[in-house]
């Protein structure tokens, strides 16, 4: 089974102008995620804010499902709380995986965008599916992940494509979609 473990990066992120900011946390995103990742059997979902003020609403909201009234109300939205974690920064995240298995992560992250080192959803498929080292799978906010910190990533994956040419996918869908293509049962085969 393959050990994958995703975040939604907060900073450094474009916003529409261009200028690189730090994005306020969206509840649903916080919420719809952290269901689809226990949905794929993800290790742990990173929530990556480096601001205390949206670092306190995550902790509430985590706090509120894991602990307070929602872990009553709902035991299926408690059970996907339990991997979500909230680290500062993507090294954060690196570093954590490290420690929790012993290897460096393959870094991989999405974009609307190609790059030179761009993937296809089989390639990754497969890596993941054979290799032993575990997969960090990040997913910027705003308008995508500042360029430097891009150029970092071991891969990139190839803009998930729609019927036309509207293409700003809501993040909560895209990593859906995406985790459905790496870690999903392979229904074409069927």
Request: aromatic share 12%.
């Amino acid at each position: 089974m393959p050990r994958v473990y995703i975040g939604l990066v907060h900073y450094p992120i474009y916003n529409r102008q261009g200028s690189v900011i730090t994005t306020a946390v969206t509840n649903f995103d916080v919420h719809d995620i952290a269901r689809t990742a226990r949905t794929y059997n993800i290790v742990a979902y990173f929530i990556i804010h480096p601001l205390e003020s949206q670092a306190g609403l995550v902790r509430e909201i985590m706090e509120y499902w894991r602990e307070g009234f929602g872990s009553h109300y709902n035991p299926d939205r408690k059970e996907a709380f339990q991997i979500v974690r909230l680290l500062p920064d993507i090294e954060a995240a690196r570093a954590e995986i490290e420690i929790a298995e012993g290897k460096a992560p393959l870094i991989v992250t999405t974009d609307a965008r190609t790059y030179p080192n761009s993937v296809s959803y089989q390639f990754l498929r497969e890596k993941a599916l054979t290799d032993e080292q575990p997969l960090l799978l990040l997913f910027g906010t705003g308008w995508g992940i500042e360029q430097s910190v891009m150029n970092q990533f071991d891969y990139i994956l190839e803009p998930i494509y729609g019927g036309g040419e509207y293409n700003p996918l809501p993040v909560r869908a895209a990593v859906a979609i995406i985790l459905d293509r790496l870690l999903g049962e392979p229904w074409w085969t069927k």
